[in-house]
């Protein structure tokens, strides 16, 4: 598949760095320094979704562009997309699917912090196949270039759109009014510009999406769905509560883009740019589908044990933390019998008493 028109006009690209920018500032207008403390508070939900999100879902992108046998550029884009962190578009999925937000916003923290690391070591380790064969391609074209992966280039990228989650932070610690309108406004603002993106690409290139290879259709829907699937499972197989389970899943599945879109325009460059802009473009149109599709899923089955979840939140605040939510016996499921205010805190974190056993 060849692009022969530029992918994206200069005014894109200034929305572009604008969406990024507002995004990343909503994210750090959620963030406090106690956000960071949670992440070495609860290891332990933190720990599944860091293997759910650094450990699957690189494997799962490379994975499936080895089976569908996708074209270098596009297999990049689907790399870099499964060892992306999280954002704050999947702290919004995480609230509205009934999940434990806390624990999303940690993930989260810590996997933007990691992913400093993290992202070149993955992507250096998944790649390799690929980079050989764009490099293979230039010298058979006549050329006597070597294509690596721009290391020095992400890691600055990274450290780019981190500035304006540090001056969320600052703006939360100054203002929680303010804070909270910028993380509001972000999370709307990016999926606003998202599908003004997509219509923009539509008009002036629909024969692209004629074009495109049913496989990266197939690639770009299939990476986000096997992270909510696996990511569910994981958190269960561990026997986490369910509130933390919805929270992995749409945390692991729901991947940061805005970081995508900056990494891929001031790291990569022609003869894989464009086609590494189109794959995360897809993947953002079917991400924001398929996780309202199961976040109604989620809302549906999460209802009971949301509900008693905040239940015994409540009567924490109102009657102490040493207070313990004594419900009939037979009436919670057997997911939660042993947990029933599924919560982290150690004022929430217990079991039920033996009397009612």
Known sequence: MEFTTQLLYT????????????????????????????????????????????????????????ILELDPGYAIALILVGCLPGGTTSNMFAYFSRGSVALSIAMTTASTVLALVLMPLLLDFYTQDFTRQITESMQAAGGDAEFVIPTSNIVSSLILVLVPVALGMFLRAKSREWAK??????????????????????????GLLVQTPGVIYIASISVGLLGFLFGYWMA?????????????????????????????????????QSQMLWFAILYSTFIVTTSSF??????????????????????NRLFGDEYVSNYP?????????????????????????????
């Open 11 to 66: 005014s894109d690209q200034i929305l572009l760095a604008l969406m990024i920018f507002l995004i990343m500032f909503g994210m750090g207008s959620s963030l406090t320094i106690d956000d960071f403390k949670t992440v070495a508070r609860y290891p332990r939900g933190v720990l599944i979704g860091f293997l759910s999100q650094f450990g699957l879902m690189p494997f799962f992108a490379f994975s499936l562009a080895v």
């Open 181 to 206: 309108t910028a993380e509001d406004t972000a999370g709307f603002m990016g999926i606003i510009v998202i599908i003004f993106l997509i219509a923009t690409a539509v008009i002036r290139h629909a």
């Open 236 to 272: 269960r197989a561990f026997k986490l509560s369910p509130i933390f389970q919805r929270a992995i899943s749409v945390e692991t599945g729901i991947q940061n883009t805005p970081v995508a879109f900056a990494i891929i325009l001031l790291s990569f460059s022609e003869p894989i």
């Open 294 to 315: 199961v976040t109604l899923y989620y809302r549906k089955i999460g209802k009971f044990d949301w509900e008693v979840y905040k239940n015994t939140s409540i009567h």
């Open 329 to 357: 016996t037979g009436f919670l499921t057997k997911r939660i019998e042993e947990d029933p205010s599924q919560g982290f805190t150690p004022a929430q974190k217990r079991k039920i008493p033996k009397e009612e056993n």
